[in-house]
């Protein structure tokens, strides 16, 4: 889960914000239509609010707000980064700067740091060598904060001790927990 800015003009993601009427500087924060991350975007509004800027939330059908992030007609907005159930930590379609406007590149990140340290980490076959050529993309993207991670969800699974070969790899999704279920016994 992270926060995007969106600079209008498709440099750097920095704040668009804008004085209103007597009053704060403030800016809308998009969202999804969405039980779980409409309260998320509510909590972030208040805080920003108790700095002294006006947020406004706007909740959209993900349809709308797909085409919102496509189009470039955001100041900020609350997006889920997903990597369709990969291990592959490749976030080159987020941030490279090829893939602005036409990509999903919605904060218009224009960085060439960055987008080399994706290029040659994508292009690395030595695990160690990536593993670095990603550590190194991260602590530039922290540097030039160019978006806000909020959350990387963590799940706890349970089971009781009379359930015997379980085993949990990686999770790509809620259901990669049972791949092995095959493989689960009970013991007497």
């Given amino acids: 889960m992270l926060v995007y800015w969106k600079d209008q003009a498709g440099g750097n993601p920095v704040p668009t914000l804008t004085p209103t009427p007597g009053g704060p500087l403030g800016f809308t924060l998009l969202v999804a239509e969405d039980p779980v991350l409409e309260p998320v975007a509510e909590q972030i509004a208040a805080q920003w ?56 590149n919605y904060g218009g990140v224009n960085d060439r740091i960055i987008s080399e340290l994706l290029e040659r980490a994508r292009r690395e076959p030595n695990a160690l060598n990536r593993k670095n050529l990603y550590f190194d993309f991260q602590r530039e993207f922290l540097e030039r904060a160019v978006a806000v991670p909020l959350y990387y969800p963590l799940y706890s699974y349970a089971t009781t001790a009379r359930v015997e070969n379980v085993q949990l790899g990686y999770l790509g999704k809620a259901s990669d927990r049972f791949v092995s279920i095959a493989d689960w016994t009970l013991a007497d």
Avoid: M, S
Avoid at 61 to 70: N, S, Y
Avoid at 87 to 98: I, K, R
């Fill in 49 to 104: 609010t108790a700095l002294g800027f006006a947020v406004a939330v706007q909740a959209l059908p993900i349809t709308d707000l797909q085409e919102r992030l496509d189009a470039g007609l955001f100041d900020a907005a609350l997006v889920e980064l997903t990597q369709l159930g990969t291990a592959d930590p490749d976030v080159y379609d987020f941030w490279h700067d090829a893939e602005y406007p036409d990509g999903k």
